[in-house]
C-alpha cells in the first residue's frame, strides 16, 4: 500500500515540475487519504462497530462429536463426559509408558470428566479421515468441553474445571 501512495506522489511532483510551454504556473499539491485496511481471517472474531464501543463476535460454537483439523495431522472424538484428541505426525516424546499399559502409548490426549488429562494407552484411535475438518479459529462444544482449532494446534478444555489440553505437530501442553 505504502508503495503505491509513493509512486502516486511521485507522479504528481514530476507532473507538476514539467510545463509544456516552459512558463511557470502555480504547483498543485496531491494529497492522497487511505483508509486503513482491516483483514478478517475465515472464522475469526469479526469485530462490529456501534457508536464508539468496538464488540468482538464469536461465531456460534458447533456441536461436533468427531472432528479433524485442516491438516488431517489431529483427530478428536469428544462428548460431554469424556474428550480425546490423537496426533499422527509429532516432533516430541511423550512421557515414559506405564507398566501397565499393553497398547499404544503417547498417541493421544484424553479428558475425562473434570480430571487432569491423561496421555491415551489405546489400541485404537481418533482419527478418523471420514471426520468433519473444524477450521481453524472454529470451536465445537460437547457439554462443557470445547474444543478449539487454530493454525498453532487443537485446544480443548472443561470450561466447568478449568482442566484441558494442547496438542500440535511441535509440543504438547496440559492444565
Given at each position: ?124 484411535t481418533a482419527l478418523d ?47
Open positions: 500500500m505504502r508503495a503505491v501512495v509513493a509512486a502516486v506522489l511521485a507522479l504528481a511532483v514530476l507532473a507538476s515540475c514539467s510545463s509544456g510551454d516552459g512558463k511557470k504556473t502555480a504547483s498543485e499539491t496531491t494529497t492522497v487519504t487511505t483508509a486503513p485496511e482491516t483483514t478478517v481471517a475465515a472464522g475469526a472474531p469479526k469485530a462490529t462497530t456501534a457508536g464508539a464501543t468496538t464488540t468482538t463476535t464469536l461465531a456460534p460454537d458447533l456441536a461436533l462429536t468427531s472432528f479433524r483439523a485442516p491438516s488431517s495431522n489431529i483427530g478428536c472424538e469428544l462428548d460431554a463426559s469424556n474428550t480425546r484428541c490423537d496426533i499422527r505426525e509429532r516432533t516430541w516424546a511423550p512421557p515414559p509408558k506405564p507398566a501397565g499399559c499393553d497398547l499404544d502409548w503417547g498417541q493421544g490426549i484424553q479428558i475425562s470428566g473434570s480430571a487432569v488429562p491423561q496421555f491415551v494407552c489405546a489400541g485404537d479421515p471420514a471426520s468433519t475438518v473444524l477450521a481453524y479459529g472454529e470451536r465445537t462444544r460437547q457439554g462443557s468441553i470445547v474444543c478449539e482449532s487454530a493454525q498453532a494446534g487443537v485446544t480443548c478444555t472443561n470450561e466447568a474445571s478449568g482442566h484441558g489440553f494442547f496438542l500440535s505437530r511441535d509440543s504438547y501442553r496440559i492444565f
